[in-house]
């Protein structure tokens, strides 16, 4: 008889098995592969917009307003030019990336979603200028000024004093804004991707305010880019776009030492005559006083009332008399200028050869 060479089901079942595991394997490969690209794409993308975000606070001082989508809208990407507060909070939207000057495709994550992005405010409505921090406001900006929203990494804090973040809500897209069409992803199911998005529907999740988790783990998939005040400050500084706070107080201090100096000079009399007129040798006339330093603390003027010295002149903190030419500070680590007598006799020395 002829014999029949083909296949058992034995062996063919093997073969299924075989092919089956290779598909799995090749499938899962190509979604790592295509996760990977989509997160390579994210932290540059968000790289530039830092980038952007940075150039924005050196020339307005402060950032962008985020930019919230309306529903069934396509995303133009254009913020408000004032950021609108509800009871001192900021909205919590998407980066604005027509007002930054970006295309909106580096307004999406690697997997097409927007970014989503906050920025910090004092809650209730900052006082500003002064002690306030608004980082949507250039009325509260401050070189000394931190933030406050903190980002965590699991239970730990990484920093608990940022000025803005910037979320990419994963591969799975959980409660990202689409652009095109003007909606909103499903809603997170675990509570560190509700912080990202701010949705406060995950059962058991109550939201903190302020909270946001760094993510890029088997349970959250987010990927968060954030900034602490310095990250922002210091390339701004080395541009020369703005004063350092220490070099801000300097020239300040400088401001208020020659008007005092001026000041001082009107009120008295030089060899019998009268008076100087108010303001008279100052070398800043016409310029205002700064009320604030960096920090957002008043200067503080010092002096005994009596016509006396020292006067001390000090960024954001009390200042008192303790002795006829020692000036006490509180703390001791405040940047101060003081006038005594040799220094203001020298003033006065020029100011009679000029003949004001």
Known sequence: MKRNYGFSLIEMAIVVAIGATLLTLGLAALNSQSNSAGYSITKKRQDLIKDALIAHLGANKRFPCPYVPTIG?????????????????????TIPFATLGLAREIGEDGWGNLFSYQIYSDAPAPACPGPGRDWGNKLCFGAGKIGGLTIKDGAAD????LVAVVISHGANGLGAWVAAQGSRNANPVNCDEAHNA??????GCALV????????????????????ASDAILPLVKQGAINSAIAQVNTDLQILYDQKLGTKRAGISISGSPPAPTGCDTSVAGTSPPPFDPWGNPYVVAEDGLGGFPICICSGYSA?????TTCSIVPPTAICKSIDKSSFNSYLAKAGSSGC
Do not use: H, W
């Open 320 to 324: 008192a008399i303790t002795s006829p």
């Open 198 to 203: 701010k949705i406060a529907t995950v059962p």
């Open 158 to 161: 990484l920093s608990s004093d």
């Open 209 to 228: 305010a302020n909270r946001y988790y760094k993510g890029e783990s088997q349970a959250n998939d987010d990927v968060v880019a954030y900034m602490i």
């Open 73 to 93: 809208s396509a995303a133009t990407g254009m913020a408000p030019p004032a950021c609108p507060q509800v009871g001192g909070v900021l909205p919590f939207g």
